[in-house]
């Protein structure tokens, strides 16, 4: 599984990044830019997700990674943000509610 830390997410540009955190979670604070598309119904709405390359993102790590392998193996090209939203607020950098 392709992963990247909250300090590579920072400097990234150009890279979608999705929040599959639940609707409750996404709304009290996510990082700038992320569009979400809960865990629980991301199988319902795999024609949103982007063209391309992308990032996934969640609290601390753990749904993202499961979501990112699921998504690899149907040949998605995508990458888990070790840490979540959770390291990225601890790292002091800034969030969109």
């Given at each position: 599984m392709q992963t ?74 995508v990458t888990n ?17």
């Amino acid at each position: 599984m392709q992963t990247i830390t909250v300090h590579q997410l920072r400097e990234r540009s150009g890279t979608p990044l999705i929040d599959v955190r639940e609707t409750w979670e996404f709304e009290t604070g996510r990082v700038p830019g992320a569009v979400n598309l809960p865990m629980s119904t991301i199988g319902e709405h795999l024609d949103e997700l982007p063209d391309g390359a992308f990032d996934v993102i969640c609290k601390v790590g753990g749904r993202s990674g499961r979501v990112v392998e699921a998504l690899a193996a149907r040949g998605y090209d995508v990458t888990n943000v070790e840490g979540g939203t959770d390291e990225w607020i601890a790292a002091g950098y800034p969030v969109e509610a």
